[in-house]
């Protein structure tokens, strides 16, 4: 389990070095058997500690659901479908301000091209802790294992926390290019 509460740990510091998440937003969680560790509802992924993951069931319901993220039905729907054991959200400004325009984010550096392709901007009715959240992702990750929420933030599905960062952080400064090239800010 220890390993666990790194992988959460490592990548709350990267994510907040990067400027990848702020105040109270965006939650993490991982699989290991049947159970679930995710963030708290209320965790600031800037200052994380391991105070601030717990453990559920994956499947079924827990005492301890209130207390985890508002993401949770989200975190069960996509960790029990798919064999990663991980997924990671966050709300990145400069994917979330790309997600405006478009229906998926190719990027135009090389490293973004070759690590992520095409990366699908999903548009929701309710695209927060819902079950058609839960529903366009399971869709999306048949075929991507990024996607993005116009408006709301990216979720990565991936075998550890750090690596999914990793994912998140190559598509920021993707969206970083494109936004200073296409709209000429930079």
Known sequence: MEHIIRDFLLTSEM?????????????????????????RTGSNLLNLSKEDIISIPLKGK??????????????????????????L???????????????????????????LGSVPVLSL??????????????????????AVIRGHGVFCLENSLYRAYELVSLLENSCKILWRCEDGKG
């Open 89 to 115: 959200h966050v709300h990145a400004p400069y994917t979330l301000c790309v997600s405006f325009k478009r229906k998926e984010i190719t990027p135009l550096d090389s490293e973004g091209k070759e690590a």
């Open 62 to 87: 827990s005492i301890l659901d209130e207390r985890a993220s508002s993401e949770l039905r989200v975190y069960r729907a996509i960790l029990n479908e798919f064999p990663y054991s991980s997924l």
């Open 15 to 39: 994510l907040s070095k990067e400027g990848l998440t702020y105040s109270y937003t965006g939650n993490m969680g991982r699989k290991r058997g049947e159970r679930l560790f995710i963030t």
């Open 125 to 146: 009715r309710s695209p927060s802790a819902s079950e058609e959240l839960s529903e366009a992702l399971k869709e999306s990750f048949k075929s991507h294992r990024i």
